[in-house]
Each structure stands twice: as structure tokens, then as C-alpha cells.
């Protein structure tokens, strides 16, 4: 059975970090584009970051470059998203998921994948900054 599931949220302060982690099992992340999408109460899903099966190559949405880094241990079979400068905007429930696609799309704007084609989803990790 193939699985997704996050862990790392909680609270943090303005400017803190912290490292979310996506751990899967049943199949192997290295081979596939694995997706960190964010839902905060009230607004759509937003996707934040992205890294390619294969070369790891990765997308960032413009409103966490340079605060996130995402990035994967092939060993662990885990993929992570290190947040740092954290910001009340930031407070979400953050998803991983993946399509089943080996290469990522832009995780924002009119190329990226389609939320309905994204077949598996962890069950989430809450995030909360508070200043």
C-alpha cells in the first residue's frame, strides 16, 4: 500500500524555522516528483515546493524562495522541507503528495499539475506562526 505522511509542524515563532518531513512507504520517492502543498483555513490550496524524481531538480513558490528548501534522503526515503524566517502568512496545514509523475511542474501560476491528478496525499502537518 503506498503511503505518504508528513510530520515536523507545530508553533513557531516569527522568524523561527522548522523541517517538515515526508516519509513513504510502499514506494520509493526518489523515483517521483513529490510535492509540499499548503491549505490555510479559508483559501485554496497553494502549492510551495516541488522536487523531481530522477536529477531533484526543484520549484519553489516566489513567496517562500529563498526562505524554504526542500530536498530528499534517498537512504530514509524521505523528502524534506526546511523552512526557516517563518511568517504568520505561513500558518497552514502543509500536505506532501504525489502524481505519480517522475519530473515536477511549477508549483504555481497556469503550468502547474492539477491538484485532481495527484493521486496520493499524506494527512497533513499544521504549522502555526505567531508573532
Known amino acids: 500500500q503506498l503511503q505518504l505522511a508528513e510530520s515536523g509542524g507545530g508553533p513557531v515563532q516569527v522568524g523561527g524555522s522548522l523541517r517538515l518531513s515526508c516519509a513513504a512507504s510502499?514506494?520509493?520517492?526518489?523515483?517521483?516528483?513529490i510535492e509540499w502543498v499548503r491549505q490555510a483555513p479559508g483559501k485554496e490550496r497553494e502549492g510551495v515546493s516541488c522536487i523531481s524524481g530522477g536529477d531533484g531538480s526543484t520549484y519553489y513558490a516566489d513567496s517562500v524562495k529563498e526562505r524554504f528548501t526542500i530536498s530528499r534522503d534517498r537512504d530514509k526515503n524521505i523528502v524534506y522541507l526546511e523552512m526557516n524566517n517563518l511568517k504568520p502568512e505561513d500558518t497552514a496545514i502543509y500536505y506532501c503528495a504525489s502524481s505519480g509523475w517522475r519530473l515536477c511542474k511549477p508549483v504555481e501560476g497556469p503550468d502547474r499539475r492539477p491538484y485532481e491528478d495527484y493521486d496520493y496525499w499524506g494527512q497533513g502537518t499544521q504549522v502555526t506562526v505567531s508573532s
Open positions: 510502499g514506494f520509493v520517492l526518489e523515483y517521483y516528483a
